[in-house]
């Protein structure tokens, strides 16, 4: 198989000029994921303005693949609504499980559309998963917590 | 090892005897296999023999009382003789069959923390291992210590990767119950001084633990005279097949030792209130054993036998100092673990200065050049010398020099794929 099909010119640009790295404040969640195979991590906060994603901002050590894929992953979400940004990350996923049988839509998935060629690299994977998974348990957590802290407001009020 | 010897060392005819060295891949590209330190591959003989066992003898050992039983009883029992012979263990009841060499060390771990008298570890006492170890002889010993309350402790290495030892009688005291360490590194290829520390081990009562499943398959091995206590390896790494491991014991430790998992063939007898055990090595080894698995070992340790385990040994020092002097000519590169191939084996991992470990080994797998990268199970080594993960390109008894320079190819192909970044 084809080297440049999995190192497409986009994911090398994300991967020697990352978009969105560095972590920032404010944030909601920050979590902390690992590759166990490789050792590869990253801490990734989100944070929520409302129902949007109003910042995604990460530190990470990994490969090409998972380093662009967060790069890719943040302008992608960043400013999105969250349903349509928790949409997006689906479609991502499922163009990563799909062995590279999956069209994606470039539309919407602009340059994640790159990673098509690691679909058929089965240990690359998770690599290009790597963030993205992260981000969705950050966001799953930073919603988690708002409506923790807005029924504990009412609780207060009532 | 005279150089008479070893130049009747030829590498090119011990090639023809694996079938997979000659299979092309996916691009076309032959084969450059560098990750035996991962898992070894495997001579037309051992693979033979496996299928050759299913063809004819295939049967349950030890409970079947028909001929093929018998055969199939002789074949695994014959495979314990081989390994006993092998490694110079002064009696085959010495030798237990696992699954591999984690299973051996859990083995280990497990019921020294189960056994009842002198040898049990218990609150307080400590076991002492080093940070260059594979997980599988560290996460064994820290469920140990959280079970029972013991305590763990750990060389450390220097830069180089060689052992601290200027800790020795610091680390290794009267409350040390274990010391578990490996011979030689899978990551750093250190080989380490296992009788130095052995004998003070001994000296103050600690039982020594060995991971050998780098050193059987390079060297010659004589666990009579080693020092340690129990040596723990695994077959696939050793032209054998995956799926049958070894634990060497001394026998009258073993013999003191309560049984590891329960099951058939381990038992004396049997009520439905209390059983009593066979001695070992039947009692560490419940239920149907790795059978095949075994017979495939026996014939890998013919193949070993007949090659000779010391030209072995020279082919692997030379291979390994030729890749080392290549190695230090690619600008970038910086080798983890000793730069000489002075007490060194044939694994070498490295780091090329701005490329992912995940990335070079990619490049160099388009290539055909195969290579393991990560943190090869020993990430507290990586921590130690500061770095997240490597890529490790470890050579045996079939590598040539030529597959060294696909190597240096491929890295120098690999920088410049990734250029400018």
Redesign the interface.
């Known amino acids: ?3 440049d099909m ?2 497409q010119e986009i994911i ?1 640009d994300h ?2 000029n990352p978009h969105h790295r560095g972590l920032r404040e404010p944030y909601d969640a920050q979590v902390l994921h690992v590759n166990p ?5 990253i801490t990734l906060r989100v944070h929520l303005d409302r129902d949007t994603v109003a910042d995604v901002s990460y530190d990470a ?5 998972s380093q662009a894929s967060v790069s890719v992953l943040g302008d992608l979400v960043i400013g999105k609504d969250l349903d349509e940004a928790m949409a997006l990350q689906e479609e991502f996923l499922t163009l990563m499980q799909g062995q590279g049988k999956v069209q994606p839509d470039e539309d919407r998935l602009e340059d994640a559309v790159a990673f098509a060629g690691v679909a058929r ?1 089965p240990g ?1 994977i998770k ?1 290009a998963l790597l963030g993205w998974m992260a981000w969705k348990d950050a966001t799953v957590q930073a919603v988690a917590r708002r409506a923790a802290t807005a029924s504990a407001a009412m609780e207060e009020e009532s | 090892m005279s150089a008479g010897s070893r130049a009747t060392y030829d590498v090119v005819r011990v090639r023809k005897d694996f079938p997979i060295l000659s299979r092309r891949l996916a691009g076309g590209d032959q084969l450059v296999y560098l990750d035996s330190a991962n898992t070894s591959q495997k001579p037309q003989s051992v693979i033979d023999a496996v299928s050759e066992h299913y063809q004819v003898h295939n049967a349950n050992v030890a409970r079947a009382m028909h001929q093929l039983g018998t055969e199939s009883s002789q074949a695994f029992e014959e495979a314990r003789d081989k390994v006993a012979a092998f490694i110079g263990a002064p009696s085959r009841d010495e030798v237990v069959f696992t699954r591999n060499a984690t299973e051996a060390l859990n083995l280990v771990a497990n019921v020294l923390g189960l056994a009842q008298g002198d040898l049990g570890v218990r609150a307080g006492d400590q076991v002492v291992i080093t940070a260059m170890e594979h997980h599988s002889n560290i996460v064994p010993w820290q469920l140990l210590c959280q079970r029972t309350g013991a305590t763990l402790r750990w060389f450390d290495f220097d830069d180089d990767g060689r052992l601290d030892l200027s800790e020795l009688d610091e680390l290794v005291t009267e409350r040390t119950k274990v010391v578990s360490l490996t011979w030689i590194s899978n990551m750093l290829g250190t080989v380490n001084p296992v009788s130095q520390i052995a004998r003070r081990a001994h000296e103050v009562g600690a039982l020594v633990v060995v991971d050998a499943s780098q050193a059987v398959p390079q060297m010659p091995v004589d666990v009579a005279t080693l020092g340690a206590d129990f040596v723990a390896f695994t077959g696939h790494k050793m032209v054998g097949p995956t799926g049958i491991g070894v634990l060497w014991g001394r026998r009258e430790l073993l013999a003191q030792l309560p049984p590891f998992l329960g099951g058939g063939e381990m038992i004396e007898t049997v009520t439905l209130e209390r059983s009593t055990y066979a001695p070992p090595p039947a009692r560490f080894e419940a239920g149907t054993p790795p059978i095949a698995q075994a017979v495939g070992l026996g014939a890998a340790i013919d193949y070993l036998s007949e090659l000779g385990m010391a030209a072995v040994a020279a082919h692997e020092r030379e291979v390994t100092a030729y890749a080392l002097a290549r190695m230090r000519e690619v600008s970038g590169l910086r080798v983890l673990g000793p730069t000489e191939a002075v007490d060194r084996g044939g694994a070498v991992s490295f780091e090329l200065a701005g490329i992912h470990p995940h990335d070079v080994a990619q490049v160099l797998d388009s290539r055909g050049v195969a290579v393991r990268a990560g943190h090869h199970c020993a990430k507290p080594a990586h921590t130690r010398l500061g770095v997240q993960s490597s890529t490790r390109a470890s050579f045996y008894l079939y590598t040539q020099p030529e597959e060294v320079d696909a190597l240096i190819d491929g890295l120098d192909y690999t920088k410049r794929y990734f250029g400018g970044s």
């Open positions: 198989m084809s080297l999995l190192y090398l991967y020697k195979a490789c050792g590869d991590e050590i990994g490969c090409s693949i690299f690359r690599c």
